[in-house]
């Protein structure tokens, strides 16, 4: 049986099998068949390429606990064997010379590419057609959302997405699986679409959290070095801290009545556990990092809008990039200021704490026409670039999934999985990855 941070692998049942890999993909491949046409996770696919990739693995030998194992790729991760659209029209069928970093390291690992997964355009604000698994009329969060629906579903057991606000830890949430947006920098990002290089990072979906540390071990390296590494407390002697943000106020009220019913059962597993309460003036992070990720995305996104017409863009991107080009000096300057207030307040509250907890989204995922959600809750982590996991912890009134997130210091990516594998067999969360057919047939 093969172990992950002592944890038996989720798919331990399928790994002692000659053909494990043409098995897996075999079963990804049926249930995008059965599934897809209403969920429409998927922005290209080829089965015969997974599967002929599929076979060469199990003809060889295991390379690394992902070797076999089908990934999804958004959309905006460049594949030199499948397109890369950006989730945009003025993109379709484009196919780059070469795989972005992050695919070389999977494949050098023994991961099956599957297929790329849809993305909002540009990896911004328009919404895909993709459905969350849970409630067809509700999104999947954005802009990773065919990613976080795709694992949700059971379509593909791992999938990589791409965070600039929140667009790991709110589609994870919304989707009800577990998620990891590492320290920023430790995975590459040469070959994927820049949208704002100050916050930009590649993250994970999964179905299970230990397998969250197995990508990080494969990405984080190039083969030649060992990552930087933090370590954590045990359980037993971890100090918790609860942020209490000024934008607290923006959660539903049975998201609010999860996280405290979180904390109040990790009282009985870690060391202590305090309020960390965030200062009122940062409730200024939310506009700042907005105005920034604007600025950026326009000078980032310039040439591959230009490349055709610019009026192929929808109205809300054109608001967005015209706001960040437009943006006064002064106001710039001030959102960057507010960017190190942000991070000198998450290095002081970790030197009294070991692990930070808030929520991974407002709620349960907003109805499709409201939009892809509020990335609020996610922002903190996205502008320290520490690492943050996402924990998929109950259900709304609704029904929909509710996610809780931990954030710890800079890279403690695997010291933070294997505390979130613990918490989730310890803490008893109320909610674990699946979709039945009775879950998925209405809104």
């Known amino acids: 049986m093969t172990t992950l941070s002592g944890v038996a ?55 690394s606990a992902l070797h076999g194992i089908p990934f999804g790729l958004k959309d905006i991760i460049e594949t030199g064997d499948q397109p890369t659209g950006y989730g945009s029209e003025l993109w379709a069928g484009w196919r780059p010379e070469r795989d972005a970093e992050v695919v070389r390291r999977l494949r050098r690992d023994g991961g099956v590419v599957l297929g790329k997964t849809t993305t909002t355009e540009f990896a911004t604000y328009r919404p895909t057609d993709t459905r969350n698994p849970h409630g067809q009329g509700h999104t999947p969060g954005g802009s990773s959302s065919g990613s976080a629906a795709a694992v949700a579903d059971g ?80 359980i037993r002697e971890l100090r918790v801290g609860v942020l209490r943000p000024p934008w607290a106020d923006r959660a539903t009220p049975a998201a609010a009545a999860l996280l405290e019913e979180f904390v ?89 704490v070991d692990l930070l907890v808030t929520l991974a989204a407002p709620g349960e995922a907003p109805a499709i026409a409201d939009g892809t959600g509020d990335p609020v809750f996610n922002k903190l982590a996205s502008v320290s670039g520490c690492p943050a996991v996402g924990l998929p912890a109950g259900r709304g009134v609704h029904g929909l999934p509710l996610g809780i997130q931990l954030v710890a210091p800079a890279h403690a990516d695997q010291a933070l999985v294997r505390v979130a594998t613990c918490l989730t067999d310890r803490v008893g969360l109320a909610w674990r990855p699946g979709v039945s057919e009775e879950e998925t047939n209405g809104d």
């Open 9 to 63: 692998s989720p798919f331990s049942d399928i790994l002692t099998d000659e053909n494990v890999s043409v098995s897996a993909v075999e079963g990804c491949l049926e249930r995008i068949e059965q599934r897809d046409s209403a969920i429409k996770a998927w922005a290209h696919l080829d089965p015969d390429l997974a599967m002929e990739q599929a076979a060469l693995r199990d003809a060889e030998p295991r390379r």
């Open 155 to 234: 379509q593909v057991p791992l999938a990589l997405g791409t965070q600039t606000a929140g667009s790991v830890l709110r589609p994870g949430s919304f989707c009800g699986v577990f998620t990891l947006k590492p320290t920023y920098g430790r995975w590459p990002f040469d070959g994927v679409l820049p949208v704002a290089l100050t916050f930009d990072t590649v993250g994970a979906f999964a179905r299970h959290p230990a397998w969250l540390g197995a990508v990080d071990e494969s990405l984080a390296t190039d083969g030649s070095e060992t990552p930087a590494v933090t370590v954590l407390a045990p």
């Open 264 to 352: 109040s059962r990790l009282r009985d597993v870690v060391a202590d556990v305090v309020d960390v309460e965030v200062p009122s003036d940062l409730i200024a992070l939310d506009e700042a990092h907005t105005l920034l990720m604007a600025a950026e995305a326009s000078a980032a996104l310039a040439g591959r809008i230009h490349r055709s017409h610019p009026d192929r863009i929808s109205d809300q991107l054109h608001r967005f990039l015209q706001a960040g080009r437009q943006a006064p000096a002064s106001e710039i300057q001030y959102a960057r200021t507010v960017l190190r207030r942000t991070r000198s307040f998450v290095d002081r509250a970790f030197d009294e």
